[in-house]
């Protein structure tokens, strides 16, 4: 796994237990804080971030300065993996990496 979709995996997981966490407990108040500077005062913090990396992948992530929302990790993940692999279809065969019939020796 690559260094982004860790990234990915482990500030969704972080999200979700500041979702977690009771409403009026202080690391609950602070995702709704991080979203509030986010959205009011355009603050690019790694809640900005988020529901655009979330939107690239076709999952829809809402900030909201009232209440957060719990994230699907898992559905964000396999949309992410499935855009992974959509990058090794329909690419055609390369000559240079691919034996070719009646070659006796290549040299590249």
Request: charged share 20%.
């Amino acid at each position: 796994m690559d260094i982004e979709t860790q990234w990915l995996a482990h500030t969704l997981r972080f999200w979700n237990s500041l979702y977690d966490q009771p409403l009026d407990s202080l690391h609950h108040r602070l995702l709704l804080d991080a979203q509030t500077e986010a959205l009011l005062a355009g603050t690019r913090n790694w809640v900005w971030g988020l529901p655009h990396a979330c939107q690239r992948l076709g999952y829809q992530l809402v900030l909201s300065t009232r209440r957060a929302q719990r994230v699907d990790v898992q559905h964000v993940m396999d949309l992410e993996a499935a855009q992974r692999r959509r990058a090794w279809e329909a690419l055609t065969v390369c000559p240079r990496t691919c034996q070719s019939e009646g070659a006796a020796k290549c040299t590249y």
